[in-house]
């Protein structure tokens, strides 16, 4: 059975960082590209990075450009994602997911699994 558990969501003041994680089992994890997604109340799950999982080339939405970095522990089972310069527009739930082979896709349809998410609230 697979499972993906983020955790590291909470409240930071606009500026701050947070560091989520994503935990995974039951899948090699190695073979994964992982993905980070969002979604804020009345919007669509957007795409914000990725992480391929061969070679750990990332992509990134322009939005978080510069703010955001994807990394990944292949020993750990686990995907990371460092959020500087927290803005109030990036207040949404986050959710991990992962693609079998992956190349870092932005589509939500290309992922197999998906974590459960964890709330990121940044306050003005």
């Known amino acids: 059975q697979v499972q993906l558990v983020e955790s590291g969501g909470g409240l930071v003041q606009a500026g701050g960082s947070l560091r989520l994680s994503c935990a995974a089992s039951g899948l090699t994890f190695s073979n994964y590209a992982m993905g980070w997604f969002r979604q804020a109340p009345g919007k669509e799950r957007e795409f914000v990075g990725a992480?391929?999982?061969?070679?750990?080339?990332?992509v990134y939405v322009d939005s978080v450009k510069g703010r955001f970095t994807i990394s990944r522990d292949n020993a750990k089972n686990t995907v990371y994602l460092q959020m500087n310069s927290l803005k109030p527009e990036d207040t949404a739930v986050y959710y991990c997911?992962?693609?079998?082979w992956g190349l870092g896709s932005k589509s939500i349809y290309e992922y197999d699994y998906w974590g459960q998410g964890t709330q990121v609230t940044v306050s003005s």
């Open positions: 997911a992962a693609d079998n």
């Open positions: 992480i391929t999982w061969v070679g750990g080339s990332t």
